[in-house]
């Protein structure tokens, strides 16, 4: 099984579970392995945050894309190819140096499959659904992202009929940079409104 979310130490309980029912899959053979790393790898590589931040990049490098982003994000997404189920209705909300967007799903974890990829576990935490609509500023401070007082704070709640992204702030000092060399800075956190992008 392929790890996206451990870390040096014991695995967490969800996660061993979930390594005991692959292998039972695995040995009636109900699933192939194979099959469930190729999946994994799609939803991490092909469908997932790289096509959220190849959004982002061309939003930063081309006002007029950016224009038609935050008028209708659906359709400017679908300009770069990426459709799918769970996107069939995204809008972009823009941070600025006044105002944060976050993004949660206080019922479920509905999520931009195709611009984000699949869900992290931080998102389908009952807590973190619960909280961050109550105080934002609190929990965003816990995650490590420190804001002004004066920035207002927005939560977007997710649902399965409409999906948010963040478009995030572009860092100072990347004027120079083209959107190919933008992109790698971008992070599926900044684009839920989490974290902010760091300045190479």
């Not at 931040?53 to 950016?66: F, G, I, L, M, Q």
């Not at 478009?167 to 839920?192: D, F, I, K, N, Y």
């Amino acid at each position: 099984m392929t790890r996206t979310d451990g870390g040096p130490g014991e695995a967490p309980p969800v996660a061993l579970r979930t390594e005991a029912l692959e292998q039972l899959l695995t040995e009636r053979g109900l699933i192939d392995p194979k099959v469930m790393n190729e999946i994994i790898t799609t939803y991490e590589t092909n469908v997932g945050p790289l096509n959220g931040a190849k959004v982002v990049a061309r939003a930063w490098t081309d006002p007029e894309y950016r224009r038609r982003l935050l008028q209708d994000g659906t359709a400017a997404i679908g300009e770069l190819g990426f459709s799918g189920p769970q996107g069939e209705h995204i809008v972009v909300v823009e941070n600025s140096a006044t105002t944060h967007h976050v993004v949660v799903c206080t019922l479920c974890s509905c999520y931009p499959w195709p611009v984000l990829g699949l869900p992290p576990s931080w998102y389908k935490d009952p807590a973190y659904r619960a909280r961050v609509v109550k105080e934002p500023r609190t929990v965003l401070s816990q995650m490590g992202l420190e804001l002004d007082d004066d920035v207002r704070i927005t939560v977007h709640d997710s649902t399965s009929e409409v999906r948010w992204l963040v478009l995030p702030e572009r860092p100072a000092g990347t004027e120079h940079l083209s959107e190919e060399q933008l992109v790698p800075l971008v992070t599926r956190e900044a684009m839920v409104g989490v974290a902010k992008v760091a300045a190479p």
